[in-house]
């Protein structure tokens, strides 16, 4: 297990690179409404068809870019099932033909060759889906069940995030950050060795989910209804909370020393054999 670092959550795919997609829909949606001013009622129709058809290609691209986002910043992942990207690239290939064959004019060759060249600068701009899974052997246990863990404890760190945004308490708001924040280095960890779930499986389903539950049931309640004595148990609550989680953090540690120590003692009598 590397040392842990703090997790980057910046997008992987620069916010130029998704504007660049919609940009093509600007000059189909001024084409669209100057057939229908113009009456044009049956380039109208084309061409809404054609705004839809972009669109939804566009779409697909955009969930594509956010599944492989997630793959890349993480250290274990699977590959998507569906392959957005690549239907995007089909998609946006497909739909330029159609606009040149049926609005443009062009012939069936000329409409062929854009929707190619299309697919094909799609490509070399986004690249494709991730077609491997980034796992490493885990000895004996279920890659299914490291993947599902990290990702309901993420789920809930960000409902957490979520739910600190309506709680006004300075103290109570910075000692909740605090503690997402080492929760996050923990699941790092985890990600940079996976068999660690074996020691932090608790810390998984008990501490974060409790905290989830605290913050949700805090977020209910009208915070000037919540007297000292109330606020005060749950400053010590995320206090020993926070322990528990630098408790973890030195755990697996621990462990990974323990491990690397059993890999040394058999190395040593390898090399005496």
Request: net charge positive; no cysteine.
């Amino acid at each position: 297990m590397s040392k842990a670092k703090r997790i980057n959550h910046k997008p992987v795919y620069k916010t130029s690179k998704l504007t660049l997609l919609y940009i093509f829909l600007v000059p189909m949606l001024i084409s669209v409404v100057q057939s229908l001013f113009s009456s044009d009622y049956y380039g109208f129709i084309l061409k809404t068809m054609g705004f839809a058809m972009l669109y939804g290609s566009i779409s697909l691209a955009k969930k594509g870019f956010l599944y492989k986002e997630e793959y890349e910043r993480s250290k274990l992942a699977k590959a998507p099932k569906t392959p957005y990207l690549k239907l995007a690239a089909i998609g946006l290939g497909i739909t330029l033909l159609s606009i040149s064959f049926f609005i443009g004019g062009k012939s069936i060759l000329a409409s062929l060759f854009i929707g190619i060249l299309a697919v094909i600068g799609f490509y070399l701009y986004y690249g494709f889906d991730p077609k491997e899974d980034k796992v490493d052997n885990i000895d004996g246990i279920s890659v299914e069940l490291v993947l599902n863990s990290i990702k309901e404890a993420k789920e809930k760190l960000a409902s957490i995030r979520q739910d600190m945004k309506s709680i006004d308490d300075k103290i109570l708001n910075n000692k909740l950050s605090v503690a997402v924040k080492k929760a996050e280095v923990i699941l790092e960890t985890i990600q940079e060795d996976p068999k660690d779930i074996r020691v932090a499986r608790k810390f998984l389903i008990v501490y974060i989910d409790g905290i989830a539950k605290v913050t949700k049931s805090y977020t209910q309640l009208d915070e000037k209804d919540i007297n000292r004595e109330t606020s005060n148990k749950l400053y010590t609550l995320l206090d020993n909370v926070q322990s528990k989680f630098d408790s973890e953090l030195n755990r697996l540690k621990e462990n990974n020393q323990f491990d690397l120590d059993v890999h040394i003692d058999v190395l040593k009598k390898q090399i005496k054999h």
